[in-house]
Structure formats: structure tokens, C-alpha cells
């Protein structure tokens, strides 16, 4: 038997606007023409008791606007009645059914389980590893860059290095492909305190990373320009080693500290979601002005491409922009940019997402398996 409220739900929602129209004109003819009975039988002619009763009946377009909202909102009412009328009936039907049948509903339970949990499980791990590689604003756009051989490698095998400081900092300055360029450095350094060193994460960055991250100081204030270039002995902590060594106190701000022997002032805390971006999502300690001077030691960069700009275009631009530094001798660039996705850094890339297929297939023999229960428990029902 087919439920009263199952063919209500396939009618258009046109159509019944439509019938709440047609209702709502039957409703006002039918009380017009009684009124101008009961006016006739007191004497009056036909034609003066309807206008009569039109006349007492009040404006009909107001009227007929009143009776088709209130008729919209009993039926809305109706339906959301009937709707959680049957979900319960339903809900208290199936537990009642299961509760019936417990061997049965224990294996289908328990089939279910380990589809689904399988499959939430890896699609958390590939979701936070290669969708949502680097938490930042317009992360869709964010790309590594990195510099290749341009001739290849001997071996076959296609290399990838970091560009010095020299060119990294005249695509930081010159490419117009780009929302910004920002190389970072990261390191290692120990922090001296008076009960026992802690060995810590430094990452050297420039004022601008700061919102390139979407992110702001908790406590305190970035590093401005003048004190990067100046390479002024300013640090910023990071809100774990905030809580962790110093107590979350605010006084923290103004005080010094010593990393490797050399001498720091604390000017700010940055919050703990902020993270380097790298595919290990290493998590940073003590946050410093950026080092440029070093150039025999490349610098890692991450960039935002502008909204329309390709990857191949971005490449161009770069590589013309490294001819222009002299920094290679015989002005002959012996590498090429290469632009890489955050999820592509990954090692285990491909095997994440191999894994992705397999736990969906998972999933759907889950469900099949599920499905031959039921058309099993029928056919024992029929017989």
C-alpha cells in the first residue's frame, strides 16, 4: 500500500500554487453567491444583492492575497507535519525490524562499518595531504618554485634544486606573474633557559609572509622591512613555545632570549596554525628576518600565481628574469624554472591516491555485499 503522503510529493510546486488559487476563488464565489441568496430573500433584485454582497464582502484583491498566503501556510505547515510524522513512524519501524532480526542487523551493521570507516579514514589523510595541501587564502594558486637542469639529467632522472638568493630575489622583485614571491629558510637552533636548553625549528622569512599566510600576530607585532634588512636580532615565538615555555604570559613581548649564543628580542607570537609551507608541514618554533646575504645557499620559494596566469607563462617569465642577473658566468642559464603543486611534493602522491580508489571500491563491495543481505532477507520473507 502506497502512502498518502508519497504521490503528494512527486505534485509540482507550480501546480499547487495553482490549486491554492483555484481554492481560494472557489471559496470567495461560494460566499458571494450565499451572501446574495440570503440578501434576495430579504427582497432585494438580483443584481443589487450581488453588488451588495461585494460591497460588504471588502476590497477582492486584498482579500484574495490574504486567503492565498494563509492557504500557503497551512499547507507548509501540513507538509512539515506529515513529513516528521512518517520519519518517526519510519525510524520506530526500522528499529523495531532490527531489533527483530539481531544477527542480521549485526553483519549488515558491521559490513558498513568497516566500508565507511576505511574510507573516512583515508579520505581525511588525502584530504589534509593533497586537497587542502597548504591552509592558505586562494590555496588553489599557491606553487613551489624550483629550478631544474635545463638539459636534463645524465642519469635520467630529473632533478630539482633551489635558486641562490640573487635570483630569487629578483623574481621577488621583477615578475609580474605572481601575487607574491616569498622565500623562506628554514633551520635549527637551541634555545638557552635557565632550567634546560631546548633544541628548536627556525624559519627565516620576510615581513610579507605574514599576510601572504592569512595570519596575524597574537601577541606583539611582525618585523617591518627596515628590521629584515637590517637583519636586526628580532624573533617572534610560536604560539606552542609561547605556552610551553613562557606560560602564554604577554609580558613575553620586550624579552630577550638567546638562540646558538646569539642575543634576540621577543616583538610578537604567532599563532599555532601558522605552518611552514613545505609537504612535511613542519612546525616552526621561532620565526626570524630572512638572511639573503649567503648566496651559496639557495632559498626555498613558494609563490601565489595572479587569477588567469598559466603555469608555462609563469616558467617564461622567470627564466627571463634569471638571465637578467649575471648571476650564472658566461651568462648562460643553466637551469629552468619549474612551477610544482604542494600536493605534488608529496612522496607517496601516488600511492595516496591508488589508496583513495581502493577504499572506495571498499565501499562499494560494502554496499553490495549489503544489498545481497537484504534480497537474501526478501526472498527468505517470501517463502
Not at 505534485?11 to 458571494?32: F, G, N, P, T
Not at 597574537?218 to 613562557?246: K, Y
Not at 613558494?302 to 617564461?316: D, I, K, M, P, Q
Not at 642559464?333 to 605534488?344: D, G
Request: charged share 20%; aromatic share 8%.
Amino acid at each position: 500500500m502506497i502512502r498518502l503522503g508519497i504521490p503528494r510529493a512527486f505534485r509540482l510546486a507550480l501546480r499547487r500554487r495553482d490549486k491554492w488559487e483555484r481554492d481560494v476563488e472557489d471559496e470567495i464565489s461560494l460566499h458571494l453567491s450565499l451572501r446574495a441568496e440570503q440578501l434576495e430573500a430579504q427582497g432585494a433584485a438580483p443584481d443589487e444583492a450581488y453588488r451588495e454582497a461585494v460591497r460588504r464582502f471588502g476590497p477582492l484583491n486584498e482579500s484574495r492575497a490574504r486567503l492565498v498566503d494563509a492557504a500557503a501556510h497551512r499547507e507548509q505547515y501540513m507538509r512539515r507535519s506529515e513529513f516528521f510524522g512518517d520519519l518517526w513512524q519510519d525510524i520506530a519501524f526500522a528499529f523495531r525490524t532490527l531489533g527483530r532480526q539481531k544477527g542480521w542487523t549485526a553483519i549488515t551493521v558491521g559490513t558498513l562499518t568497516l566500508g565507511i570507516g576505511a574510507t573516512t579514514a583515508v579520505f581525511s589523510v588525502v584530504s589534509s595531504v593533497l586537497i587542502h595541501a597548504i591552509p592558505y587564502p586562494n590555496a588553489d594558486r599557491v606553487v613551489f618554485i624550483q629550478q631544474q637542469l635545463r638539459n636534463g639529467n645524465k642519469g635520467g632522472v630529473q632533478l630539482s634544486t633551489t635558486a641562490p638568493p640573487p635570483v630569487t630575489l629578483a623574481w621577488r622583485a621583477h615578475a609580474h606573474s605572481f601575487d607574491s614571491v616569498e622565500p623562506f629558510a628554514l633551520g635549527y637552533a637551541t634555545l638557552d633557559s635557565a632550567t634546560e636548553p631546548a633544541h628548536v625549528t627556525t624559519t627565516r622569512v620576510f615581513p610579507t609572509f605574514l599576510s601572504f599566510a592569512g595570519s596575524r600576530p597574537i601577541a606583539g607585532r611582525m618585523f617591518s622591512a627596515a628590521e629584515a634588512s637590517e637583519r636586526a636580532r628580532v624573533a617572534l615565538l610560536s604560539e606552542a613555545l609561547w605556552q610551553s615555555r613562557f606560560g602564554g604570559r604577554r609580558d613575553v613581548v620586550g624579552r630577550t632570549i638567546t638562540l646558538s649564543d646569539t642575543t634576540y628580542t621577543v616583538i610578537g607570537v604567532l599563532p599555532g596554525d601558522l605552518i611552514v609551507p613545505t609537504p612535511s608541514h613542519a612546525r616552526t618554533d621561532v620565526w626570524l628576518p630572512i638572511d639573503t646575504t649567503n648566496h651559496h645557499v639557495g632559498l626555498p620559494t613558494v609563490a601565489r600565481l595572479r587569477r588567469g596566469v598559466t603555469v608555462t607563462s609563469a616558467e617564461r617569465e622567470l627564466d627571463t628574469i634569471s638571465a637578467r642577473t649575471n648571476t650564472y658566468p658566461g651568462g648562460d642559464l643553466p637551469y629552468v624554472a619549474h612551477l610544482v603543486k604542494p600536493s605534488e611534493l608529496v612522496g607517496i602522491h601516488d600511492s595516496l591516491i591508488m589508496l583513495a580508489g581502493a577504499v572506495a571500491l571498499v565501499l562499494l563491495v560494502a554496499c553490495a555485499n549489503v544489498a545481497h543481505l537484504m534480497l537474501a532477507r526478501a526472498a527468505s520473507r517470501s517463502l
